[in-house]
């Protein structure tokens, strides 16, 4: 039975969606709850922000990443309990910051459906059974944050903390061009329930391990340039040289980001002999997103990713030539 306007507002929401996602989780005993694969600092920290809160209001929580958190992310808060598969069965399944089911990859077993869908990539398909997406949000974490008081979920200092990191990563520090003054007052907000800034920033964007960097290497001893896009490869025999643990590109992209007179830079992540992960990032004005939908991927109009069937020297030809394409119709 649903309320009328008045109940709604007496329960802390006169959002009808808000309201309905309250009432699920409340009803809710044992809780499954997803990110995507190759997990970011958006996606682990709004998989365990509102993990915690729920288990703070006494839900049994399961916390669930294929690839596990990593290496650069084991700091916060709650990670070590983040499972690589589920167990057991479930009143609710809910994802975070995941555009579409296969991206949550074997974290969602086959036939299971989802429940809630919260999430900020303008390429969303709108999945779930009820769907709290909003593009114009820098980070997934920013959705949360803005809605805990609807949903009856409190900002501890742990949940404040894998929130805003989730902000700062999403964001490169303040520094993507989607920024806005309700994000920053967001961001302020957590600071005030107990998330330390200058920790979290050095954590997320400026400590990275002697693995990650030597990865780096290999990718920068190979950095191409023409026309306004800049590209480079990392394979998995770049991966072995470096004893790097994840299947990313340790953020190399953000960096490439910075080139001065850049329009689009790519790189091409070899995931085996026959798939490779590409991430793009492009300046303001530009659209990526649209362009890794028709490789099957998805993302934000800056800032946009897919995985691609095919060996490394295929998709890379592949790529560049439909890049060079929308670069050449927006003139």
């Given at each position: 039975m649903r309320l009328l306007s008045g109940q709604k507002q007496a329960m802390g929401t006169t959002d009808p969606l808000l309201f309905d996602i309250r009432q699920a989780l409340q009803a809710a005993t044992r809780i499954r709850l997803l990110s995507h694969v190759r997990p970011d600092g958006d996606a682990v920290g709004s998989l365990l922000g509102l993990g915690l809160a729920l288990q703070n209001v006494g839900k049994d929580v399961q916390m669930i990443l294929a690839d596990g958190v990593p290496a650069s992310l084991r700091h916060l808060p709650g990670s070590?309990?983040?499972?690589?598969?589920?167990?057991?069965?479930?009143?609710?399944?809910?994802?975070?910051?995941?555009?579409?089911?296969?991206?949550?990859?074997?974290?969602?077993?086959?036939?299971?459906?989802?429940?809630?869908?919260?999430?900020?990539?303008?390429?969303?398909?709108?999945?779930?059974r009820l769907n709290l997406v909003q593009p114009q949000a820098v980070a997934t974490a920013e959705i949360l944050a803005a809605s805990f008081d609807a949903l009856g979920l409190t900002l501890t200092p742990a949940v404040a903390a894998a929130l805003l990191n989730g902000i700062i990563t999403d964001t490169i520090g303040f520094r993507t061009s989607n920024v806005s003054s309700a994000a920053l007052r967001t961001a302020a907000h957590l600071v005030d329930c107990g998330a330390d800034l200058p920790g979290l920033y050095q954590r997320a964007l400026l400590t990275h391990s002697f693995n990650a960097l030597h990865y780096w290497g290999a990718g920068l001893s190979k950095l191409q340039r023409a026309d306004g896009l800049v590209w480079t490869t990392l394979t998995l025999a770049d991966r072995k040289s470096a004893d790097y643990p994840g299947r990313d590109d340790a953020d190399l992209i953000n960096l490439l980001s910075a080139i001065e007179g850049l329009d689009v830079a790519i790189v091409f992540i070899e995931q085996s002999e026959r798939r490779v992960k590409v991430s793009w990032r492009a300046r303001p004005g530009l659209d990526v997103a649209q362009l890794a939908v028709t490789f099957g991927g998805g993302g934000h109009k800056a800032a946009a990713g897919a995985e691609i069937e095919g060996n490394l020297q295929e998709v890379l030809e592949k790529v560049l030539t439909r890049t060079r394409s929308v670069l050449d119709r927006s003139g």
């Open positions: 070590d309990q983040v499972r690589s598969g589920s167990q057991g069965d479930f009143d609710l399944t809910v994802t975070v910051d995941c555009s579409e089911p296969d991206r949550l990859g074997e974290a969602l077993p086959p036939g299971a459906a989802v429940d809630i869908n919260i999430d900020h990539h303008v390429t969303n398909t709108h999945f779930a």
